[in-house]
């Protein structure tokens, strides 16, 4: 008996490729990235061609989503390793042969071009942990979270070093987020909240004293030292250190309830306001949109974060659960940092607003934490239909 057999048409082998995304992650994207065209427009349509730069940037990242889309959550468990090595020893091809700007070596030269290693750590990192905790899966042990930390210090001090604070907070952050979701107890987080909040407090008592020129601070470089100086006091020296704080808090208080409209910041448009298509967007965005466009755009990085830790607990694996939730929870971290940096609650540290902010390598990056939140998420849906 001869059975035939009918060939699949093109259609029905592609349209794997083109289903599973989860709409609504894609739907809370898309309303961020709209919110970041028109500040860009407002903000750089005079500073050269960066509105269309970053419509571009938004392009490359979304291509970066499909494709990472495509990789099963178990292939990036299997580069997990590779990865994170390949991360560390390119960190320390900038520690020895790194290219220095500006006071900082970040940057390495590859031959074929210039990269910035830290980059590649923000993910490489909580892979690295997720694929460790999906190792020791149901024999935790003190000693299991011991190592991780020692996964997680190693790159974090490779880029601390470069001088980075800004990049190192971010992998600590998605370090720290996978070891949290593996189990980590509460009797350990709870005496390094209470020891952070108790350090804070002396920081702000002994501000007078501690941030007197002639005063070292130990691990901290002096620029860093001057940041958080400036955190605390900004008015001590409102035309230098303090001139970036004090004029983005006045960018956001100037907005008011609506803002002042589309195109009409005067702060933005007077320069007044520095960086402000990249790290100080949010102060034009705040004058030009006010209390009501704060709260908007608020509500859309909480449906980002909200709809990635669905995923991370509707995922299949131990794996893919830390991953998801730790990338979900990066993005809050860029959102806050960002914010809070503009707003006078945080030091000033090279963090972009996800999105909003100009810049290509962070829109790659931002794409590559999307692209594996899809993946995760269309593993999920195919293995369901």
Not at 103 to 124: C, D, H, M, Y
Not at 144 to 155: C, H, K, N, S, Y
Not at 357 to 364: E, P, R
């Amino acid at each position: 008996m001869n059975v035939a057999f009918e060939r699949p048409s093109l259609w029905q082998r592609a349209r794997p490729v083109f289903t599973g995304f989860d709409g609504w992650l894609a739907l809370a994207v898309l309303l961020l990235c709209s919110a970041g065209l028109v500040i860009m427009y407002s903000a750089g349509y005079d500073h050269g061609t960066r509105f269309y730069d970053h419509a571009r940037n938004m392009l490359i990242a979304a291509l970066v989503v499909f494709v990472v889309a495509q990789v099963s959550p178990q292939k990036l468990m299997a580069i997990a390793v590779p990865l994170y090595v390949l991360g560390v020893v390119l960190l320390l091809g900038v520690e020895f042969f790194g290219i220095t700007r500006k006071g900082a070596t970040r940057w390495l030269n590859v031959g074929v071009t210039v990269i910035q290693p830290s980059e590649l750590l923000k993910f490489a990192v909580p892979l690295m942990l997720a694929w460790w905790f999906q190792r020791r899966e149901g024999q935790l042990r003190t000693l299991d979270f011991i190592v991780a930390a020692g996964i997680l210090a190693l790159p974090v001090g490779l880029i601390m070093k470069q001088p980075d604070l800004g990049t190192a907070l971010l992998v600590l952050a998605g370090g720290l987020f996978v070891i949290f979701f593996a189990g980590l107890s509460w009797k350990l987080i709870l005496p390094v909240l209470v020891g952070g909040a108790i350090g804070i407090t002396a920081l702000v008592l002994a501000e007078d004293r501690i941030c007197q020129p002639d005063v070292e601070w130990p691990v901290l470089h002096a620029y860093q030292k001057g940041r958080v100086c400036t955190l605390l006091d900004p008015g001590k020296d409102p035309l230098g250190k303090g001139f970036h704080t004090l004029q983005g808090m006045i960018a956001i208080g100037s907005g008011g309830l609506t803002g002042k409209g589309f195109m009409k910041g005067t702060q933005t448009h007077l320069e007044f306001i520095p960086e402000r298509t990249t790290d100080f967007i949010f102060a034009a965005y705040s004058e030009e949109f006010g209390l009501a466009g704060n709260v908007a755009l608020l509500l859309g990085f909480i449906f980002l974060v909200f709809r990635g830790l669905v995923i991370a607990t509707e995922a299949p694996t131990l794996f893919s659960r830390l991953l998801a939730g730790a990338v979900s929870l990066i993005f809050f971290t860029y959102a806050f940092v960002n914010m809070g940096m503009v707003s006078g609650i945080l030091p000033v540290v090279g963090v972009p607003l996800p999105f909003i902010s100009y810049g290509g390598t962070a829109m790659v990056t931002l794409g590559l934490g999307i692209g594996i939140l899809m993946s995760i998420a269309k593993s999920r849906r195919l293995m369901v239909s």
